[in-house]
């Protein structure tokens, strides 16, 4: 069976008390991309949410950053854990950077903390 590389919106963070939960409970990992907080999952199951404050720029850029953001995720979703939830927030230099330098260095920030799997080929 081949694994498919979708993401589905039932695993968005989408309430509130999440949120809160991850922002209370959660660790901080970042470099001068992305700051990704990471907490066990509050539902049993991995949820993501992606973030781009206004301080970045407008809503163009903003939302450019996040599907950017979003696509690394997708591409990587089975080698990342599954017991964690994760939120990225994007800064401003997300949407400048190469998108394959975006991506090693975000799978490099997420291995020194050990949010990824060793996955088997």
Known sequence: ???????????????????????????????????????????????????????????????????????IFRHNQYAIVNDYDFIFVAKKRTGEADFNQLNEEIIKLLRKYNCLQLTQS
């Not at 907490?39 to 199951?45: D, N, R, V």
């Not at 973030?51 to 950053?65: E, L, P």
Request: net charge positive; hydrophobic share 30%.
């Open 1 to 71: 069976m081949t694994k498919k590389f979708t993401l589905k919106q039932k695993y968005n963070i989408k309430l509130k008390k999440h949120f809160e939960y991850l922002f209370s409970n959660s660790s901080r990992i970042e470099n001068s991309y992305v700051r990704i907080y990471y907490a066990k999952a509050f539902c049993g199951t991995r949820k993501i949410a992606l973030v781009a404050s206004k301080k970045i720029g407008g809503a163009v850029y903003r939302n450019y950053c996040k599907r950017r953001l979003r696509e």
